[in-house]
């Protein structure tokens, strides 16, 4: 167990190799925090560590992770609004001097690799089996297939006549995620190259009978794909109070996620650097810091010594 660093909606727990990010579970905590619940994110998935101003008194601490390490950012491709970034901590304006203090201990704690896309995801997607209702029908995943059922009031006549859907992540490359807070919002199952080699020959007469109906991955054509979601059987739409944010977004997560897990020749994993010995000038000053927030009642007797034996341990 670390020290323990308490926002608005979430609590920051530092441990030695990681943040362990816990969601409140609130009224007025935004719902995709209540539905992650929590979040370990390893010190070497981060990029930086910023500290700015927040509305009406407050300060916001925020973790950056490094492009490629959160399957559920990959999966959002920058549409979340800032009040639902799980990495940002919205602390009270009080509190400031002590988020400054943990995000220098943080920012030491970031290694050379922290400045380049990571190569494989370091924080764990949601976990399978998980489902959500769509506008044009239920989207269902259990860990390695994806479902599609689709509804009789929503549904196009293309997607009646394709079948209800089930595919294989080991033949899709990726999911496309478009918020359902945008106009137009969907989530998309995108083919791996060559997944359309098993496709049926001879004319497409009928919208989506390249997805061959149950079992539709089999045929799960890039070049005959419908451009608009409501007519791809690959593809459910949203609306209103249908696919929201802490329902869809999670699934996108988890299914890409596990299309990159089952990918054949995977990167390897990323090697960690090992710890660095920090600057003497470097530890003085933060022991300095440490004592100031010692003197102004904001860390305890017990905590201060603990936090300064760490600190001197690095020499």
């Known amino acids: 167990m670390g020290d323990v660093l308490a926002g608005i909606h979430a609590t920051w727990e530092f441990d030695t190799d990681s943040l362990l990010i816990r969601f409140e579970r609130g009224i007025r905590t935004p719902k995709l925090f ?13 990029s930086s560590v910023t500290l700015t101003p927040g509305k009406r008194g407050t300060v916001v601490l925020h973790a950056v992770p490094r492009p490629g390490a959160d399957p559920l950012l990959e999966a959002a491709a920058g549409q979340l609004k800032d009040g639902c970034d799980p990495y940002r901590l919205v602390l009270p304006v009080e509190r400031e001097t002590l988020a400054e203090y943990y995000a220098d201990e943080l920012r030491a704690l970031l290694g050379k690799e922290a400045a380049l896309p990571a190569d494989r995801f370091m924080v764990a997607a949601p976990e399978a089996p998980l489902s959500f209702k769509a506008y044009d029908g239920r989207a269902g995943f259990d860990g390695d297939r994806i479902s599609f059922r689709w509804s009789w009031t929503g549904a196009s006549s293309a997607k009646w006549k394709a079948g209800d859907q089930t595919f294989s992540v080991r033949e899709l490359s990726g999911v496309e995620w478009r918020s359902p807070e945008a106009f137009d919002g969907y989530l998309r199952l995108v083919p791996r190259t060559g997944a359309a080699d098993a496709a049926p020959a001879g004319p497409m007469d009928v919208p ?60 390897p994993p990323a090697a960690l650097v090992g710890a660095v010995r920090r600057d003497p000038a470097d ?23 603990a936090k300064k034996a760490q600190l001197l341990a690095e020499l």
């Open 34 to 46: 209540q539905s992650l619940r929590e979040r370990r994110v390893p010190h070497a998935a981060l």
């Open 208 to 267: 989506g009978a390249a997805y061959g109906g149950v079992g539709g991955a089999q045929g799960l054509r890039a070049d005959v794909r419908p451009a608009q979601a409501d007519q791809d059987p690959a593809a459910v739409v949203f609306g209103l109070g249908y696919g929201p944010v802490h329902e869809s977004l999670p699934f996108a997560a988890a299914v890409l996620e596990s299309v990159r897990r089952r990918q054949p020749n995977p990167a």
């Open 283 to 305: 530890i003085a000053e933060r022991i300095r810091h440490l004592g100031e927030l010692h003197r102004a009642g904001l860390v305890t007797d017990d905590e201060y010594g």
